[in-house]
């Protein structure tokens, strides 16, 4: 029973790996959401296969056990960076979580280095395991919110999911029920618990392959399909009625001054899923989301230079919700066909 266990489990970490280099290198299409399914999965892998030695040789070298729990670090953010770049469409790796995946490879490779497990297993295991479990924790529910609107539709109606809505569910309930099984055997349930983990990992892995061989799951996040998986438009009534009150968040609220303002923010105040919103603007009105807000911003920041004098072009920039100059300028120059400098000399000469 042990062999065919080990055979199992190790056969998964085996495939993982082997999957997570073919999205890395050999997939014809590249994208983002490809290259964070990978690291997924391959912090997924090493954390596995560090289990399943451990399980089979309680004398492992320290060594595989720091490599292990390192991984581990990385499983619950890269699961919300995948999760969040096919929800909302996101195509180049954000800023913030490049500082987040920064902030935590130092921190791991520094406490890996000065205070190895090797030599400090207490220090890990009072210390820095407990860390890695609560980022871990944090970062699952924080993909629970990323795709909540998707869950919730699967607990009213799951009969009624699509294909991809199923596929991410699917991918977000493996990675809590491994989550879930490492957590019970670190709080000392039962070493049963230890394992389960790695198995519904390989059957998770075999899941996955036959998902791509024969669905083209892996496509999902090429082909837009959170965003456009229904291949008609949303109602007429019903997409009248959005872009309205849209139209009143912008003019009223104001709430593209907000410069941090995400196509999910959005979305939310106008109680819909982010890629119906999306699907809304593509279709409906043939924009981005990017290029319907620099709309709002670049159409006050013209109103603004010919009432506020007192302002500079670069503090206009900033009230309408700009982060930087030289993208105010662009977007500026790309919509009115003059940058401000021109706008502004063109209206002060037609109003002298």
């Given at each position: 029973m042990n062999g065919l266990l080990f055979f199992?489990?190790?056969l998964g970490v085996f495939n993982g790996i082997l999957l997570s280099l073919y999205l890395?290198?050999?997939t014809k299409q590249k994208s983002l959401a490809k290259y964070l399914l990978g690291a997924l999965i391959l912090a997924l892998s090493i954390r596995i296969g560090k289990s399943v030695l451990l399980y089979f040789d309680r004398d492992l070298p320290k060594i595989y056990l720091q490599i292990g729990l390192s991984a581990c670090l990385f499983i619950g953010p890269f699961l919300y960076f995948y999760l969040k770049a096919v929800v909302e469409d996101i195509r180049t790796f954000p800023k913030r979580w490049k500082?987040?995946?920064s902030c935590l490879a130092v921190c791991i490779i520094s406490i890996g280095t000065f205070r190895p497990y090797a030599s400090y297993p207490e220090f890990w295991n009072d210390y820095v395991v407990g860390s890695i479990y609560l980022t871990w924790l944090l970062f699952v529910i924080s993909a629970g919110f990323a795709i909540r609107s998707i869950l919730k539709k699967a607990i009213r109606e799951f009969n009624k999911l699509l294909p991809s809505e199923k596929w991410l569910v699917a991918i977000y309930l493996a990675n809590v029920i491994?989550?879930?099984?490492?957590?019970?055997?670190f709080f000392g349930f039962s070493w049963a618990f230890y394992m389960s983990g790695p198995l519904v990992f390989s059957f998770f892995l075999y899941l996955l392959a036959f998902g791509y061989f024969n669905a083209g799951w892996f496509e999902i996040e090429t082909k837009k399909p959170i965003e456009?998986?229904?291949n008609k438009k949303i109602e007429s009534p019903e997409a009248k009625a959005l872009l309205e009150q849209?139209?009143?968040?912008?003019?009223?609220?104001?709430i593209y001054t907000d410069s941090t303002l995400k196509l999910n923010d959005v979305a939310v105040q106008l109680k819909i899923p982010a890629y119906q919103l999306s699907q809304l603007l593509n279709d409906n009105?043939?924009?981005?989301y990017s290029s319907f807000v620099n709309e709002y911003r670049i159409r006050r920041?013209?109103?603004?230079?010919?009432?506020?004098?007192?302002?500079?072009?670069e503090g206009i920039g900033y009230e309408v919700g700009f982060r930087s100059k030289s993208t105010f300028f662009t977007t500026f120059k790309k919509m009115m066909g003059v940058t401000p400098s021109q706008y502004q000399k063109q209206r002060l000469v037609k109003n002298a």
């Open positions: 199992l489990s190790s890395f290198f050999f500082l987040i995946v491994i989550a879930t099984a490492f957590y019970l055997a456009k998986y229904s849209l139209d009143v968040l912008m003019k009223t609220k104001h009105l043939c924009k981005s920041a013209c109103e603004l230079v010919e009432t506020q004098h007192n302002l500079t072009l």
